[in-house]
T-cell receptor, first 112, second 112 residues
Framework: GESVGLHLPTLSVQEGDNSIINCAYS??????FIWYKQESGKGPQFIIDIRSNMDKRQGQRVTVLLNKTVKHLSLQIAATQPGDSAVYFC???????????FGTGTSLTVIP | NAGVTQTPKFQVLKTGQSMTLQCAQDMNHEYMSWYRQDPGMGLRLIHYSVGAGITDQGEVPNGYNVSRSTTEDFPLRLLSAAPSQTSVYFC???????????FGEGSRLTVL
């Protein structure tokens, strides 16, 4: 299967600062990417997605950047809050496929 | 609208026992899938279905069976449980095979 990796397994930020979580993917044919947030004891929740025909997409306090040249995407969280503490996963999918491949996750801790 | 419902939430089995993890969704999603989550390994796809009567294998299908007799239900069967199947299992559904996945709350399985 394809691998999706994260550069940093853990990240600690001060409340109010911006957070950046990175993800590398290996399959150049992947054309759809999703970021998920998983709180302790719960299932992953959708945060934001991006298709390969875009470089950037913004949501509420979150921005995803996609760099197809180096097969890298990132999740930026503005004004990080204690409620943002969770594990964040990136997932990739090929439009012709039926499978999402997930990274191992980054644990974000927000320091009050 | 309950979303994706998994039962049981917790289960302890002895090696060699069989059991079924139940998954139901009320969003009329065609695509359903089962993942397992192990520490440090992210989410790995076990089996998936693109519609009633259609199932296929994911990354780690060995030791598991699935069926899809209705759009709503997608049970996961462990035929002869092994300690290596100790994990947290997540069921997910989507409008399509390339759309956002909606996850259940998870089922934590321990095999002794």
């Amino acid at each position: 299967g394809e691998s999706v990796g994260l550069h940093l397994p853990t990240l600690s930020v001060q409340e109010g600062d911006n957070s950046i979580i990175n993800c590398a993917y290996s399959n150049s044919a992947s054309d759809y990417f999703i970021w998920y947030k998983q709180e302790s004891g719960k299932g992953p929740q959708f945060i934001i997605d991006i298709r390969s025909n875009m470089d950037k997409r913004q949501g509420q306090r979150v921005t995803v950047l996609l760099n197809k040249t180096v097969k890298h995407l990132s999740l930026q969280i503005a004004a990080t809050q204690p409620g943002d503490s969770a594990v964040y996963f990136c997932a990739e999918n090929m439009n012709t496929g039926n499978q999402f491949y997930f990274g191992t996750g980054t644990s974000l801790t927000v320091i009050p | 609208n309950a979303g994706v419902t998994q039962t049981p939430k917790f289960q302890v089995l002895k090696t060699g026992q069989s059991m079924t993890l139940q998954c139901a969704q009320d969003m009329n999603h065609e695509y359903m899938s089962w993942y397992r989550q192990d520490p440090g390994m992210g989410l790995r796809l076990i089996h998936y279905s693109v519609g009633a009567g259609i199932t296929d294998q994911g990354e780690v299908p060995n030791g598991y069976n699935v069926s899809r007799s209705t759009t709503e239900d997608f049970p996961l069967r462990l035929l002869s449980a092994a300690p290596s199947q100790t994990s947290v299992y997540f069921c997910a559904s989507s409008y399509s095979n390339t759309g956002e996945l909606f996850f259940g709350e998870g089922s934590r399985l321990t095999v002794l």
